[in-house]
T-cell receptor, first 113, second 116 residues
Framework: DGGITQSPKYLFRKEGQNVTLSCEQN?????MYWYRQDPGQGLRLIYY???????QKGDIAEGYSVSREKKESFPLTVTSAQKNPTAFYLC????????????FGSGTRLTVV | AQSVAQPEDQVNVAEGNPLTVKCTYS??????LFWYVQYPNRGLQFLLK??????LVKGSYGFEAEFNKSQTSFHLKKPSALVSDSALYFC??????????????FGKGTKLSVKP
């Protein structure tokens, strides 16, 4: 079945560590997105990529980095510069045309310990 | 600026009663509007969308929404609520802003609680 796979489901980070969240899709979608979810704040855009080897900052990119070396993969690194990383992270991809729409992964919950 | 508002943090409904979750939007072009549902510690599940066509959109699990251009609203409705409908609901609109065209802008979410 086509879809988006996020791993791990739960991730614990020590102070000062960088961690990488995985996002893989087999939907052949060009566009991919990372959102951060905090209670009561909805979803906020971290980074997005419209095509391979290109990505753009979203509304809250500080302390995060991404890469898009393959169409299927859009990993997110939470760096030590992100002072409040505890949150639920969601990856999504988008298709255009008559079936315009977005598919979301199941999320990664990151906790600082 | 593009935006989405969900004016109610929580909606409480008795099982079997109709439910409405409200959403209003502000967008510069023709709106692409979406509703998603989220269960605890899960991703977002697509319910329905409006891009063009009939103002009344029917979606998954018996949900529907009405696009009202004059009131810039896209309220989610269901004729008879189920306890299993209890979840967090998000309204979203496609962003039209320059290079970020295609990004989704989300409301803050509405928690729906359906009591037996």
């Amino acid at each position: 079945d086509g879809g988006i796979t996020q791993s791990p489901k739960y991730l614990f980070r020590k102070e000062g560590q960088n961690v990488t969240l995985s996002c893989e899709q087999n939907l052949n979608h060009d566009a991919m997105y990372w959102y951060r979810q905090d209670p009561g704040q909805g979803l906020r855009l971290i980074y997005y990529s419209q095509i391979v080897n290109d990505f753009q900052k979203g509304d809250i990119a500080e302390g995060y980095s991404v890469s898009r070396e393959k169409k299927e993969s859009f990993p997110l690194t939470v760096t030590s510069a992100q002072k409040n990383p505890t949150a639920f992270y969601l990856c999504a991809s988008r298709t255009g045309g008559v079936n315009y729409g977005y598919t979301f992964g199941s999320g990664t919950r990151l906790t600082v310990v | 600026a593009q935006s989405v508002a969900q004016p109610e943090d929580q909606v409480n409904v008795a099982e079997g009663n109709p439910l409405t979750v409200k959403c209003t939007y502000s967008v510069s072009g023709n709106p692409y509007l979406f509703w998603y549902v989220q269960y605890p510690n899960r991703g977002l599940q697509f319910l329905l969308k409006y891009i063009t066509g009939d103002n009344l959109v029917k979606g998954s699990y018996g949900f529907e929404a009405e696009f009202n251009k004059s009131q810039t609203s896209f309220h989610l409705k269901k004729p008879s609520a189920l306890v299993s409908d209890s979840a967090l609901y998000f309204c979203a609109v496609r962003d039209y802003k320059g290079g970020s065209q295609g990004n989704l802008i989300f409301g803050k979410g509405t928690k729906l609680s359906v009591k037996p």
